[in-house]
């Protein structure tokens, strides 16, 4: 009786790691590189449009 549970046990300790699953190689992906560019003319444009405008305003 004691083998037979013995059996019973191995067989099912061996049954589940089978199950388990395979290896498969991990994915990797790679980094996303984000850059940020900035121009000196970025902002003066548009406080240089609304300055003219203003200008041509009062002058008008």
């Given at each position: 009786?004691?083998?037979?549970v013995l059996a019973a046990c191995t067989a099912g300790l061996l049954g589940t790691a089978s199950h388990a699953g395979s290896y498969s190689e991990p994915m990797i992906e790679a980094p996303v590189?984000?850059?940020?560019?900035?121009?000196?003319?970025s902002g003066i444009?548009?406080?240089m449009m609304?300055?003219?405008i203003v200008a041509v305003g009062a002058a008008g």
């Open positions: 009786m004691k083998t037979f590189i984000v850059e940020e560019t900035t121009s000196s003319s444009t548009l406080v609304i300055a003219l």
